[in-house]
């Protein structure tokens, strides 16, 4: 039952589509609508704790209102997230994200997004 309610709430939910593109190296996190990646700043390395990744995105909106999309869609994913005022921090069986605003005042956001394993 629990897969099936999962099932439904990820087919309605607004942002996520069957052809959404995921960023490489992070586990279940699409890369939402009106985002880019600066792809040759992702860094991915393993440890014996798990992967370690980091990105930045781009946006053509503030950075606050991506962090406040993702806080909503990733719980699709399975993630259990907490807003802080600056940041976005995820949680998921032994990984944790974490997305940091990096310019605040800037109209358009540009965010940095950290995996890391949790200890």
Do not use: H
């Not at 099932?7 to 960023?23: E, N, P």
């Not at 992070?26 to 798990?50: H, M, N, W």
């Not at 109209?107 to 950290?114: A, K, T």
Request: hydrophobic content about 45%; proline content about 6%; some cysteine.
């Amino acid at each position: 039952m629990r897969n099936l309610l999962l099932a439904l709430f990820f087919i309605t939910t607004s942002a996520w589509s069957a052809d959404q593109v995921f960023l490489e190296g992070f586990p279940d996190v699409p890369l939402l609508d009106g985002l880019s990646e600066q792809a040759d700043d992702r860094v991915i390395f393993d440890t014996p704790s798990g992967t370690v990744a980091e990105t930045v995105i781009r946006a053509k909106i503030p950075a606050k209102q991506v962090l406040n999309t993702y806080s909503k869609e990733l719980v699709t994913f399975g993630w259990d997230c907490a807003r802080g005022p600056l940041s976005l921090t995820c949680e998921r069986e032994n990984d944790r994200l974490v997305f940091l605003d990096d310019d605040p005042d800037a109209s358009e956001g540009i965010m940095i997004l950290r995996l890391e394993p949790v200890e």
